[in-house]
């Protein structure tokens, strides 16, 4: 049963609809292809709903793809059913196993689980090439001869209708001994191909007879040289989606086309004892459109082989790789798809929603720390020297639960530079001579002045605190003042690299209008700085994520955090610092 709780949309509409009038009761595996056949397991459940998460294993997973992966998994878990994890690794080409390994690891990251069902397309080779000689024999299906370009030439166009290929005719027999010798490498690539023989005239482009095999002589991540001919996408998925059972094969919008040929090909074998009924159906969805960002795949590649991103997990980039690094959190990404909901019009969404989200869950979750990402010295000139004190912060101050950390306080201290002016501008409430601050969770200061290096730089800030003002005594009442400010001792601060990581893009759409979206590059959407923090952030674990005071929400970087040495990676600020010149 669906769970009432979750917003509608058209899928759970369908599903709903298929459930009530039992459309997937009815199976029966003896003596087809089937769960116990083809996977070497007991049947399944018929009644089941199941779904597929269907990626090429030849690039890593992005935000577009972290929609698809909530939205199968999650109908899956919704309905009680399942949710197959399938490498559609018909192109040897480009595939590596250093693919297949980083989508488990993205979709793991997400927090989803598909147990025991994780298959690849190349497990069902040699069903594909049984079910593509059945096809022949049948005359669905002929090897054509014809060039690239003459087969280019004769397909047609929107309004004018496709030629029949001149080699459409071969017998049956003709075709299956090409294609069996085709199967056995006796051709080179490009000589032959096998067409699905439907309609060229058909006002769909898709079904004008498209290709179905091909000749590659590659080698291949999983089969390694097994083969020399490798199925067609098209050709391929619906027989994937067959043979698991899948009940809905759920795709984004640019399949839509393609959804005839899928369902006249499962009809066709069905109608051949090849598959069972009832077959899956292709339901098609809007995919994630977002502003500031690119999801091509070309120029996801493109940033990364030309060296504007510091490869795929660069906290910059789209890939969920990227995001997990940069310190967004699998629960937020799961909050904003739940939010953005699933339509079959396309739309865009701004970048700032899905930060958003990201703040409203760290929020939640992030440990508070003191971080001084521009240090300058403060000297309380009448402090003692030598002298150290503990002063208590609240490590969340929303969570009294989560109790409280002791932070030092010493006679030099660093502040951020931005909280000195010699000259304060109006409403300037922080340092400046003769102004009275507090040293958040610590005394009250008054300034007094300050050293410059010979180039006139402030090197120095000079104060004096009142001894009877401490945060959490009763004399610390007996203060008003308008500033507060944050601190960390420089005897026992750790010194650290820290990364601010901003929008890749400073365009809202790189490249609009036919534009080069290289030019939309955002200059300062990486500064690298030293900065002082807390000395408890000295003991932070790799992927640990905070919020630094005032500055935002931080992470340990996951690759370049050692043992006592952590790396912080900004994730985002702490207000949406791009909404003024949206504006």
């Known amino acids: 049963m669906a769970d009432t709780d979750k917003p509608s949309n058209f899928i759970r509409h369908i599903i709903d609809a298929d459930r009530k009038g039992f459309r997937y009761v009815d199976r029966t595996w003896a003596g087809k292809p089937g769960p116990a056949e083809a996977h070497k397991g007991a049947p399944l459940d018929p009644a089941c709903i199941r779904t597929r998460f269907p990626p090429e294993p030849n690039g890593y997973l992005h935000f577009g793809h972290a929609k698809s992966i909530c939205l ?7 309905y009680q059913g399942a949710c197959h994890l399938r490498f559609d690794d018909t192109n040897p080409e ?19 689980d598909w147990h025991d069902n994780q298959y690849f397309a190349s497990d069902y080779f040699q069903w594909m090439y049984d079910f593509a000689e059945k096809l022949i024999e049948a005359g669905h299906a002929y090897v054509d001869s014809q060039s690239a370009d003459e087969m280019r030439a004769s397909r047609g166009t929107l309004t004018e209708a496709g030629k029949n290929s001149p080699y459409r005719d071969r017998t049956p027999e003709e075709n299956l001994a090409l294609f069996r010798a085709m199967r056995a490498g006796e051709f080179a690539d490009g000589t032959h191909i096998l067409r699905a023989k439907v309609d060229m005239a058909s006002g769909n482009i898709n079904l004008r007879d498209p290709a179905i095999y091909r000749i590659r002589h590659a080698t291949h991540h999983a089969t390694g040289d097994a083969w020399c001919i490798y199925p067609m996408y098209t050709y391929a998925h619906p027989i994937e989606d067959a043979l698991e059972n899948i009940t809905h094969s759920i795709c984004t919008l640019e399949f839509e086309d393609q959804r005839p040929f899928y369902d006249w090909l499962l009809a066709r074998l069905a109608e051949l004892g090849c598959v069972n009924s009832p077959l899956p159906q292709q339901i098609e969805f809007a995919r994630l459109n977002l502003s500031y960002v690119v999801l091509s795949k070309r120029k996801l590649i493109q940033l990364v082989e030309e060296g504007y991103v510091d490869g795929w997990d660069d906290p910059r980039l789209p890939t969920l790789v990227g995001a997990r690094r940069r310190g967004f959190t699998p629960e937020a990404f799961r909050r904003f798809n739940e939010m953005n909901g699933v339509t079959k019009s396309d739309s865009w969404i701004d970048i700032s929603v899905l930060e958003e989200c990201q703040r409203d869950h760290l929020n939640e979750t992030a440990p508070r720390r003191i971080a001084v990402l521009d240090p300058v010295k403060l000297i309380i000139d009448n402090y003692p020297a030598g002298q150290e004190e503990e002063c208590l912060a609240p490590n969340h101050p929303q969570k009294p639960e989560w109790g409280k950390r002791p932070v030092l306080f010493s006679q030099e201290l660093w502040i951020e530079r931005e909280d000195f002016m010699e000259a304060p501008s109006k409403g300037y409430f922080r340092l400046f001579p003769g102004n009275t601050v507090r040293l958040r969770y610590g005394f009250v200061v008054k300034c007094l002045g300050c050293d410059k290096d010979v180039d006139g730089r402030i090197t120095a800030v000079h104060c004096e605190y009142m001894p009877d003002s401490k945060s959490g005594t009763p004399g610390s009442d007996n203060y008003k003042v308008k500033g507060n400010i ?14 601010l990581y901003d929008r890749l893009f400073a365009a809202e759409a790189p490249g609009a209008d036919g534009g080069d979206f290289i030019a939309d590059l955002n200059p300062n959407s990486k500064i690298v700085i030293t900065a002082q923090l807390e000395a408890a952030l000295q003991g932070a674990a790799a992927e640990d994520r905070f919020q630094f005071e005032r500055h935002g929400y931080f992470v340990a970087d996951r690759l370049d955090s050692k043992a006592g040495a952590p790396v912080f990676n900004r994730a985002v600020t702490l207000k949406d610092s791009w909404a003024k010149g949206r504006a």
Request: charged residues 25%; aromatic residues 16%; without cysteine.
């Open 72 to 78: 199968n998994f999650g109908l899956a878990l919704d």
């Open 94 to 112: 480009k595939e590596e196993q250093e693919y297949v390994d980083s989508i488990i690891d993205a979709v793991h990251w997400l927090g989803f």
């Open 486 to 499: 944050h601190w960390v001792s420089a005897k026992h601060a750790y010194a650290a690299e820290v990364r």
